[in-house]
């Protein structure tokens, strides 16, 4: 079945540090890959996507490039802020179909002043 | 106005006992799910409705019984409770089955002592 792999946290960085959260993928066909955040006491919201091989996401200083060749959308950032502080998750979805999203299991990112 | 907002917030509870969370949005979407999140922040699909029509319903105890009265609402039952249902429970929307950004709300975390 379809899944995805996270790194582990938590991440924990100094305020202006270089940020890379792995995520690789599993899946049947060809799917949309996502990365989501969750901020302290609130629900996920969607933070970038992207739909094909080579596209790139990107949103708010973060990025992230869809590798068929090595199943993989890594979450980077130059420079994080305190306010970067939240939990991250990867997550896919076949397209067109009316599958839900599969989840990675989020990875903790804890930014210090 | 919050998008989606479920109540509780929190919900404490003893084993056996049966208890209820409410969903709503406010955005006009016609799609709307049940997701939980276990305590290494894990998040599954468990059930989807579009327009008041069950869609997806995944390998969950049917002591888990959704309910949508009308396409604004998802109401999530549940009966005997067990410490195994400890987690947190997220609503979700979106503007059909097949669209791929979905709003959460803040979540519900239920503690079954």
């Known amino acids: 079945g379809d899944s995805v792999t996270q790194m582990e946290g938590p991440v924990t960085l100094s305020e202006e540090a270089f940020l890379t959260i792995n995520c690789t993928y599993t899946a049947t066909g060809y799917p949309s890959l996502f990365w989501y955040v969750q901020y302290p006491g609130e629900g996920l919201q969607l933070l970038l996507k992207?739909?094909?091989?080579?596209d790139k996401g990107s949103n708010k200083g973060f990025e992230a490039t869809y590798r068929k060749e090595t199943t993989s959308f890594h979450l980077e950032k130059g420079s994080v802020q305190v306010s970067d502080s939240a939990v991250y998750f990867c997550a896919l979805r076949l397209s067109g179909s009316a599958r839900q999203l599969t989840f990675g299991s989020g990875t903790q990112l804890t930014v210090l002043p | 106005d919050t998008a989606v907002s479920q109540t509780p917030k929190y919900l404490v509870t003893q084993m056996g006992n049966d208890k209820s969370i409410k969903c709503e949005q406010n955005?006009?979407?016609?799609?709307m799910y049940w997701y939980k999140q276990d305590s290494k922040k894990f998040l599954k699909i468990m059930f989807s409705y579009n327009n008041k029509e069950l869609i997806i319903n995944e390998t969950v105890p049917n002591r888990f019984s959704p309910k949508s009265p009308d396409k604004a609402h998802l109401n999530l039952h549940i009966n005997s409770l067990e410490l195994g249902d400890s987690a947190v429970y997220f609503c979700?929307?979106?503007?059909?089955?097949?669209?791929?950004?979905?709003?959460f709300g803040s979540g519900t975390q239920l503690s079954v002592l």
């Open positions: 955005l006009g979407h016609d799609t």
């Open positions: 992207a739909t094909k091989a080579d």
């Open positions: 979700a929307s979106s503007p059909g089955p097949t669209n791929e950004k979905l709003f």
